[in-house]
C-alpha cells in the first residue's frame, strides 16, 4: 500500500497536571528526519518522542511541535518554606537588635523573600509525564499515517492509470518496429533503382544494407526490458512495505530503455510515441517522489 510523505496530524492528550497538545507535519525527503520542538523542561523526553515516530513514519521531513498548558495555578494552594521563612525571621531580628531597632520584623517582609511563598503547581520530571506526552503523539501519528495513506491511495490510481497508458504506447512501438524495416528496404530498393537507371541491382547488397539497418534499430532487448520494469513496478505498488525508493529506481531504469529506444529510432512515428512516452513518464516520476 502506497503513502504519501506530506500530511499532517494532530494529538492531545489532558491530565491532572495540563494539557499536552502535538503536531505533526511532513513534507518530501530522501531520507527520514524528524525535528522535535518542545517545551525546555521536557527536552530529556525528545528522543523518545522521535523514536515512536520514526516507528511508524519512515520517509519525509517530518516536524514535530509539542505545546504543553499546565492546569490553572488556582486550582491548588501556594505552599510556604516554614523552615526558610524561619531563618529569614531570625535573621531579621538579629540585625535588628545589632542596629538597635525597636519592633517585630513585619510578616510581609519574610513572605516577600525568595522562595518562601512557592506557587502550588507539580514540579515538572520525566516519569510524571512521559506516557502522557507519548500518547498525544501516538495520536498525532496516527492521524497522520491515515492522512498519508488516503493520499498513497490516490497516487496509487493515478500512476497505475499512467503506467497502463506508458505501456499502450511501447506496445504500439513493438507492433510499428517490424515495419519500419520493410518501409527501409522498399525506399532504399526504389532510390536504388533510380540511381541505376535499369542496370542490374545487386540484390545481396541490398539485403547486407537492410540488415545493418535493422540491427542498428532493433530495440528488442529494451522492449525486453521495458515489460519487465512495468512488471516490478506494478508489483512494488502493492507491497505492504514503503517502496518509494524503488518506484524512484525503476522509474530511472524506465526512462534509460526509452532513451534507447528513441536513440536508435529513425521513424517518425516511433520516435513521436517516445517522445509521448518521456512526458508522461516525466509524471510519474514527480508522482513517486511524492511517495514513502
Not at 528522543?47 to 517530518?62: D, F, H, M, P
Not at 515489460?227 to 525503476?250: C, I, M, N, W, Y
Not at 532513451?259 to 516520476?285: C, F, Q, W
Request: charged residues 30%.
Amino acid at each position: 500500500m502506497l503513502k504519501s510523505m506530506t500530511g499532517y496530524g494532530k494529538g492531545e492528550t489532558t491530565a491532572e497536571q495540563g494539557t499536552f497538545t502535538v503536531e505533526i507535519r511532513s513534507v518530501n525527503h530522501r531520507y527520514g528526519e524528524v525535528s522535535v520542538r518542545m517545551p525546555r523542561g521536557f527536552m530529556a523526553l525528545e528522543n523518545e518522542v522521535k523514536r515512536a515516530v520514526s516507528a511508524q513514519l519512515k520517509r519525509g521531513k517530518i516536524d514535530v511541535s509539542v505545546q504543553w498548558e499546565e492546569a490553572l495555578a488556582g486550582e491548588s494552594l501556594p505552599r510556604i518554606d516554614t523552615a526558610l521563612a524561619r531563618a529569614y525571621f531570625t535573621t531579621f531580628n538579629h540585625l535588628a537588635g545589632e542596629l538597635g531597632l525597636l519592633g517585630q520584623v513585619p510578616l510581609s517582609l519574610v513572605i516577600a523573600q525568595k522562595g518562601v511563598l512557592r506557587e502550588g503547581s507539580t514540579t515538572l520530571t520525566e516519569d510524571d509525564y512521559r506516557d502522557q506526552l507519548l500518547s498525544a503523539v501516538q495520536t498525532a501519528v496516527t492521524a497522520m499515517d491515515a492522512m498519508r495513506t488516503r493520499e498513497g491511495e490516490a497516487l496509487a490510481a493515478d500512476l497505475a492509470a499512467r503506467r497502463a497508458q506508458v505501456a499502450e504506447w511501447t506496445a504500439l512501438i513493438r507492433g510499428r518496429t517490424p515495419a519500419v524495416v520493410i518501409e527501409y528496404r522498399q525506399k532504399l530498393k526504389a532510390r536504388l533503382e533510380q540511381l541505376l537507371e535499369g542496370t542490374e541491382m545487386d540484390e545481396a547488397r541490398l539485403a547486407q544494407e537492410v540488415a545493418l539497418m535493422a540491427d542498428r534499430c532493433d530495440v528488442t532487448e529494451e522492449l525486453v526490458r521495458l515489460a519487465s520494469h512495468f512488471t516490478q513496478f506494478d508489483e512494488a505498488l502493492r507491497l505492504p512495505e514503503p517502496v518509494g525508493r524503488k518506484l524512484d529506481f525503476l522509474m530511472q531504469e524506465m526512462n534509460r530503455e526509452v532513451n534507447t529506444i528513441g536513440s536508435k529510432s529513425s521513424d517518425a512515428e516511433i520516435t513521436s510515441l517516445v517522445i509521448r512516452i518521456k512526458a508522461e513518464m516525466e509524471k510519474m516520476r514527480e508522482q513517486v517522489q511524492n511517495i514513502e
